[in-house]
C-alpha cells in the first residue's frame, strides 16, 4: 500500500474478503509523507503493517531524484511512459509481497494499479500481472507445490471515478490518504498525481476530503 | 552476487564480455560474512559494488530463523524443498537487478543459479527464469520500448565440478569465496552447501584453496 487513493480503496476492497496484512515502501519517494499515511490506514481497519525500507541508490527516476522536473500533466502521447517511473518499481513490491504471501500462507496480493486514466507505466498492465502471475507459481515453493497463490488487481480496470465511487461505498477514509508526488502537509495541487485525483473527485460529483482536512 | 562459488564464477565469466556492476544484497543470512566475500571479489577486479541491506521480517526460512535446524544433506527425496529455501529470494534479487539495469542501461544481467546437483529449490530453474524474462519484458520501460535486457544463467547446467573447473580457468579466487551457511571465519564442513562445495572440489581434482587459507 502506497497510502495513495488507488491501493487505499483496494485494500478496502481485500479487507471485505480477507484477513489483510499491509506492505507499505519506504524507497526513497519526495512524498515520504505516504508512508505514515499508508500505516494509518493499515491502523484504521486493525491490520498488521509492515515498513520496509528499500533502496534504489542508482535513482532513474524523477520521483527519487529531486534535481528532475515533476511532469505537470498526462504524457504528451499516446504510449509516452512519463518521468516518474520508476525502473522495475511494481516487480520489487510485488516480489516481496510474494516472499511475504508465501512466508506466511496467505491466499492472495491485492495490489491497486490500474491501467486506464493513466495507462503508460509498464508495470501497471495486465500483461504484466499476467507475466508475474507465471514467475511467481515457478518460482516459489508453494507453487511448485501446486498451491496457487493469487494475484488480484481489482481496480485495474475502472476509471478514476469508479474507484473513488467504490471508495465511499465502502468508507475509505481519504482524507488519510496522499497522491501528491511532492511531500506534504499540503498537496501540489499541480502535479500529474494531484491533477488525476482532481478528475476523479470532479467526475463522482464529490469534494476530496483532503481539500477539507488541509484548510 | 552472494560471495559464494557459483556467483563468484559467473562473475568471472561475465568479466569476460563485459564492464560489471555487482549487486550483493545482506538480507538477515546467517552467514553475513559472504556480503563481505562478495565485496571483497568485485573489489578483485575494480568492479563497482552496491550493497543492499532489505529486510524479510517475516523469515520463512531455516537460512534466516537462527532457531531452526540447518539440513546436514540434500532433499531426501526428489522434488523435496529445503528448509534453507528463501521465499521469493531470487525473484526480489533480481528484481532490483533488473530496476539497476534498466536506471544505467545495462545490457544483461547475470545470476549465478544452477540446477543441477542441488535442483530443488525453485526460483534455481530455467522455466522460473523464463517466465523472469517475459515479466521484464513487460514490466519495464525498456521493455515495453522493445530494448531487451538480456537475463544470463551461465552455470544453469553446469555440475559443480564443472563450475569449479570454469573458475580455475579464469582465476577466480576461490579463497575469498564463501559458501558455508553458517557465518565465518571458518566453513563448518558440515551443512548441505559445505558438502556440495567438498564435491565439486573432489571431482575436479583440486584442493579447496578456502581449507588451506583457513589453516
Avoid at 45 to 69: F, M, N, Q, R, Y
Avoid at 158 to 181: A, D, R
Wanted: aromatic share 10%.
Amino acid at each position: 500500500m502506497s497510502g495513495g487513493l488507488d491501493s487505499a480503496v483496494t485494500f478496502y476492497m481485500a479487507r471485505k474478503d480477507y484477513e489483510c496484512s499491509v506492505l507499505v515502501f519506504n524507497y526513497g519517494q519526495r512524498a515520504v509523507c505516504e508512508v505514515d499515511r499508508a500505516e494509518k490506514l493499515a491502523a484504521s481497519s486493525s491490520s498488521p503493517c509492515h515498513v520496509l525500507e528499500i533502496s534504489l541508490p542508482w535513482k532513474g527516476s524523477a520521483l527519487l531524484d529531486t534535481a528532475a522536473e515533476l511532469p505537470s500533466e498526462g504524457p504528451s502521447e499516446k504510449g509516452d511512459i512519463p518521468a516518474t517511473y520508476v525502473p522495475a518499481r511494481n516487480l520489487i513490491f510485488l516480489s516481496f509481497a510474494a516472499s511475504f504471501a508465501e512466508a506466511q500462507d496467505a491466499d492472495a496480493i491485492f495490489i491497486g494499479a490500474h491501467q486506464l486514466d493513466f495507462s503508460n507505466y509498464p508495470d501497471c498492465r495486465e500483461i504484466f500481472f499476467e507475466n508475474f502471475r507465471e514467475t511467481i507459481k515457478t518460482g516459489t515453493k508453494r507453487g511448485a507445490e501446486g498451491r496457487s497463490l493469487q494475484l488480484v488487481t481489482p481496480i485495474l480496470n475502472m476509471t478514476k471515478k469508479e474507484i473513488v465511487v467504490t471508495g465511499i461505498e465502502l468508507g475509505v477514509p481519504f482524507e488519510h490518504t496522499w497522491s501528491c508526488y511532492n511531500d506534504g502537509p499540503v498537496p501540489c495541487g499541480k502535479c500529474e498525481s494531484c491533477s488525476l485525483r482532481e478528475k476523479g473527485f470532479r467526475e463522482a460529483g464529490v469534494v476530496d476530503p483532503i481539500l477539507i482536512a488541509c484548510k
